[in-house]
């Protein structure tokens, strides 16, 4: 029987940042995944084949409408689907690997399979059983199922095979104005499809600033997608060349009808827990179904660990990969760290949408007294240069300490603007300190420090 100090179950960014990490420290790893490739969802059917087929889309959405006023006039666009698709594949093949590389660089194993726990310190891959004195659970997340709908990957899908559609459909009905929803709706309305969101809630983007919710809805009506919120979808029948939606209208509570080529049912992730052998040695869970842990990540069973999707807190592929960093910390004898707090999330559309913090509406029901610093990107020199000014950036900051508290942005790169604002939380700077650090000209990154300065004595360029 092969001995190992830590096993994970699960080869995700939170498992195998974990192994790699473990390796690092000198603990003898061992990483499960059942995939034929490294990465998990994130990798394979998630973020990088997303992230890649936005990239292409948005160069097709540019050429269509800004190439001309550049001065680049080229004949008409023709966008190869099969070959857009192929480009998509060569990116997930390119990180996939490196994983791999980099587990034999770290003397991590891969034990390919599912992975159970059969006992406590024992796990079951195939026919073989490894011995452990730790376990990581890293499982992550699949697609929420909806009652009424019955998914087939082909004409209605989730995300993964939204990501694989052998043709560009004509129509796409989305369900759900979550992260994933409008990336990929973004994606087809660039590339052609016409586009409906239809949203449970009376706005998109739940759980966001409110303010960058409404900025950012009328963005993404400009670009052709349309919204129907405060709906709800009762059933979805499969037909020919078309599925029929049947939604009903909170405000009329009347049934009204939708038809799509291509429905996608974007409604959230929930936890993947089955098969894992966790009630063999009763590892408990929450009400909501995941695996319950301290704040050392810890299970009720000793030895038992969890991270990333499959525990509380928001599913994000970074936010698994310093849980993963933590934990491999924790057992090695040192102090693994995560603040939560501080934990940026990013709609990876163009523009770009990012946030870190509290919200208004979170500060307003704390009670807590706050001010608000905000900057339009029409004020930004980079911004409109590129034709890319219809975003803000807002800082929330304490009305008597100045500290920030929060910062939610519209702005092209707000995926990496952000990171300043989330390294000057984790130090407790105030936004004056934000205001007083120089920034280069011309940068997006202007309009974070003229955000600051709002919280002062006012912006410069507006």
């Known amino acids: 029987m092969a001995k190992y ?7 995700g960014p939170g498992g195998y940042v974990c192994a790699i990490k473990a390796g690092q420290l000198g603990l003898k790893v061992a990483c499960v995944e059942s995939r034929a490739k490294l990465g998990g969802t994130c990798l394979n059917v998630g973020c990088i084949p997303s992230k890649a087929l936005l990239h292409a889309a948005h160069q097709v959405h540019e050429a269509n409408t800004n190439f001309s006023t550049l001065g680049i006039d080229i004949a008409k666009i023709n966008v190869n689907w099969t070959q857009m698709l192929k480009y998509k594949q060569s990116t997930i093949d390119a990180n996939t690997s490196g994983v791999e590389y980099l587990f034999k660089k770290n003397k991590v194993d891969w034990l390919q399979g599912a992975g159970e726990i059969v006992e406590t310190g024992k796990v079951k891959v195939g026919t073989k059983v490894y011995e452990t004195k730790n376990i990581v659970i890293a499982t992550g997340s699949v697609p929420s199922e909806l009652k009424g709908i019955d998914v087939d990957e ?25 992260v994933i929803g409008l990336e990929l709706g973004s994606v087809y309305a660039w590339l052609g499809t016409k586009v409906t969101v239809l949203e449970y809630l009376d706005r998109i983007i739940p759980g966001m600033d409110l303010d960058v919710a409404k900025t950012f809805e ?8 349309e919204f129907k919120c405060g709906v709800k979808v009762v059933n979805v029948k499969k037909g020919r060349g078309a599925q029929e939606i049947s939604y009903e209208d909170s405000k009329s509570d009347t049934i009204l009808k939708e038809r799509a080529e291509i429905v996608l049912v974007a409604t959230g992730r929930r936890p993947f827990t089955e098969g894992l052998g966790i009630t063999n040695v009763g590892v408990k869970l929450t009400p909501q179904g995941q695996i319950d842990t301290d704040n050392k990540f810890a299970t009720n069973v000793a030895g038992i660990y969890a991270i990333g999707d499959v525990i509380s807190g928001p599913m994000l592929a970074h936010k698994a990969a310093d849980e993963g960093i933590a934990v491999a910390e924790t057992i090695a004898g040192l102090t693994g760290y995560v603040n939560h707090e501080i934990i940026p999330s990013i709609i990876y559309t163009q523009p770009e949408v990012a946030a870190v913090g509290r919200t208004e509406e979170d500060l307003k029901e704390a009670g807590i007294d706050y001010k608000v610093g905000k900057f339009s990107l029409k004020g930004n020199a980079r911004a409109k240069s590129v034709m890319q000014a219809d975003g803000f950036v807002k800082i929330l900051a304490a009305q008597d300490s100045d500290r920030i508290l929060g910062c939610h942005i519209i702005s092209p790169a707000a995926s990496d603007l952000i990171q300043e604002i989330c390294l000057a939380m984790e130090f407790g700077a105030s936004a004056e300190d934000v205001a007083l650090t120089s920034h280069g000209h011309p940068t997006y990154s202007e309009a974070v420090r003229e955000a600051a300065l709002a919280c002062g004595d006012g912006p410069i360029h507006a």
């Not at 100090?5 to 699960?10: E, H, K, N, T, V």
């Not at 082909?154 to 104005?177: F, H």
């Not at 009328?218 to 997608?225: A, E, M, R, T, Y």
Request: charge should be positive.
């Open 5 to 11: 100090d830590l096993i994970i179950i699960g080869g």
């Open 154 to 178: 082909k004409s209605i899908v989730t995300s993964t095979g939204a990501l694989e559609l052998k043709a560009l459909p004509k129509s796409l009905a989305i369900i759900g104005a979550g």
């Open 218 to 225: 009328k963005i993404l009506k400009k670009q052709g997608l």
